[in-house]
Structures are given as structure tokens and as C-alpha cells.
């Protein structure tokens, strides 16, 4: 006897459809349910904000106290302007603050939970049941169409809502699943994209850089890294395969392939002024010896072996002086997606409104977080942005 099974397709409906459970969509779910929407947060993975969880070395730097628009990289340097003003990190630590959530400025303003990253995932759950959020786990949307309302469609249920928002994130970490879905969406919508490109990731080296340099991986130095009109005064790491730390990713989200980096290795010093002094004797070890007093001295050893003066005249040691405090760098690449804290590029900010994150073609479609062609330098200032522009969609849906 033949038996069939009949396969039902549970329908759904709300007021706002959120794609994506990470930092924005969840901000976004949160206002949006505190206004008394019926909202639904529809995540593929088996678990919410994964990326949360391993953010900041798992304590999450979630805000930066000094952020400003310039902070921030976009085609548009005025686009995020709104949004930041209108979501501040006083807001977000008033949250932080209402949960008792223990943390520290680390440096430079940014701040880290004192205990785990979980506890700033746990607080936006618990303001998500708290504003009725229905929350979708393990369900991946296979298509979305537009009727009178979206239509999104998953292996098992359709979800029906007239306002959809985009949260997906970029395309860094793809094994803790990113996915290039929200790009996809926004194609298929008619909008344009800003070519993604991985950003704040460590840089590999051409071979011949690679064999000068890369047997000193775990040293680091403080330079001022520089490309694009950009410059970065942190720390810089030398890796097996190239240059990673903070003033290595800040400047990668500025590069692009042929461009070269220069890189200052001893910030407001000079190294041959030792030899001013007409007592000090020009030679290789006195060199040596003044270097070693700025970087670790295997690599001070290497870089003078490597750039030791042609001669000892005051226009050789001028070179010297010059090539120290600008090291042209031409990467053969980045370490890409898998290590990419951030993705460069996105949705077109041209093509959605500053004020509330909804496309200027598609009415009723958002998009928010990194998604969109706004990225934030290092210390807190992505995740500014996925409270700041999942907030102002939130209260626009
Ligand atoms: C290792 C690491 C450390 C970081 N540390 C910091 C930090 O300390 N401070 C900081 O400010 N920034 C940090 N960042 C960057 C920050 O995590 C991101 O900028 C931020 O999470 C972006 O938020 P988002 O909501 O736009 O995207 P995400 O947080 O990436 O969320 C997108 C969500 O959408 C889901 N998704 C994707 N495709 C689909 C689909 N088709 N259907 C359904 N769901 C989908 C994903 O599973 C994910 O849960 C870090 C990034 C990494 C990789």
C-alpha cells in the first residue's frame, strides 16, 4: 500500500521580518519589538550572535567611548553620521549599565566586559523576550519574493511581513556562518554593491619579504603604518606569513592590490643622529646598538643587515634614516575571510536612507550592520555600528 507524506508549510506572519540573529538584527529586533511590532528574528545557525561570542577575544569590545564618523570607513564618509548621533555608545553602555554588567576601558576607549562576551549576548536576549521578539533558529531562507508583502521562504515555514530587514553580516568567518546571502538579496532587489573586501586582517608578505623577515614571527614594534592618506600609530606583529597587530589591521582595511604601505619603524626618532657626534664611529655595530634601543633587537639586527648604509657618508646615512622611517611594503595579499575581522564594502549607501537604513527603490527593505558599506576601524566601533544602525531601522520598521 502506497503512503504519502504530506508536507506542510507552516505560514507566519509579522510586522517586521529581521534575516540575520547577530548584533544588528538583534538591536534592530529589540526597538522594534519595544514599539510594539511583531517582529521575528530568523537565524540559519543553531544559536544567536555567534559572532559576539568570540568577538574581543570572547569579552567583546562592544562600544568605543570616542567614536566619530571618522572612525569609519564608507564611499560615503557622511552616511553613518545620522544613525551614530542618534544611538551613541552612551546609550549602549546605559543598557550595559541597567544589566549590571561588569567591564573596562581596555585602551584607547574601548571597552571589554570584564567577565565573558556571553554576558552582552545574554542582556540582548533577554531584551528581545522582553519585547516579544519570536526568534528562528536552525531556519535558513531559501528565497525571498515580494507580493503585497515579503514573502520569505525557508525548507519549512514562509514567513509574510511588509518590512524586511537585512542583518546577515558580511562575508568574515565563513565557518561560523557568514554567508553572502544579504549581497544576493540586495542584487536581486536592484541594488548596487560596493565591492566587498576583507578588512582589520593580517597581511601576507611577497616571498622575498617572507624570507628576510618572517623566521622573527612574534615580535612586534610600534610603527606608524600609513596607505591611502590613512595612518595608524599601534602596534605591528610580524607573523609567520607577513605583518599582522593593531597598526597592521587597522591600515589593511585601507589597502587595495598594487598599492604599497609604508610603514614608520621608529616613530619620532632618529636613528643615525648618534653620528652627529663626531666621537661615535660609523660602523655596522654602533648602528646595531642605536636601533636596538627602538625595535627588538633581532629585528633592528635584521633590518641593518638588510639596509646596511651603501657607505658612510652623511648622504648614505641620510638614506638609511629615510628608509627606516618608511618601509614600502607592496603584500601579496591578505589572509583573507577566514582570518578577516570585518568586511569592507557592501550595500551601496547611496541606495538607502541615512535616517532609517530602508532602500530608496524597494520601500519596506532595511539594511543594517555590516552589510552595508560602512566598516569601523578597530576597538569597538563595529559593533557601534550594528547597535547604531539596527536602532535606527528598528524604529523605522
Ligand atoms: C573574530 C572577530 C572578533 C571581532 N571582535 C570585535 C570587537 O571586539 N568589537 C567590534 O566592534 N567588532 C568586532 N568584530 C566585528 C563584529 O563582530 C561585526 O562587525 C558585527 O558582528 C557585525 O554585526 P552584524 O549583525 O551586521 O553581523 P553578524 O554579527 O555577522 O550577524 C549576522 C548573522 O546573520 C546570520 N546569517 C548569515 N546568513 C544568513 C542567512 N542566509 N539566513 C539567516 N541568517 C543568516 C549569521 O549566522 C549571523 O548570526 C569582530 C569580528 C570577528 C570576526
Redesign the pocket.
Known sequence: MLRYVVHSIVTHSFDALI????????MCAIEAGKRGRRVAV????DR?????L????G??????LHCQPENFLSSNPHFAKSALARYTPADFIALVDKYRIPYHEKTLGQL?CDRSARDVLGMLEEECRLAGVSIFLN???REVKRAADFVAHSADAEFHAPALVV????L??PK????S??YDLARQFGLSIREPRPG?VPLVLDADDRARYCDLAGLSAEVIASCDGQQFREKMLITHRGLSGPAILQISSYWKRPEEIRIDLAPENDVTAIFGDSKTPRTLAALRTELRTILPHRFADRWVEHHAPSAWTNAALADFERKAHSWAVAPAGTEGYEK???TVGGVDTDELSAKTMESRKVSGLFF????VDVT?H?????????WAS?AAAGRAV
Open positions: 534575516l540575520g540573529g547577530g548584533a544588528a538584527g538583534l530568523v537565524e540559519h545557525a544567536l550572535g555567534k559572532k559576539i568570540i568577538s574581543g577575544g569579552r567583546c569590545n562592544f562600544t568605543n571589554f531556519t535558513k531562507i542583518a546577515t553580516g558580511g568574515s568567518i561560523i556562518g557568514a554567508t546571502f544579504g582589520l578577516a575581522e570585518v543594517i550592520g555590516e552589510v569601523g578597530l576597538g569597538g566601533f563595529n559593533f557601534q555600528w550594528a539596527g
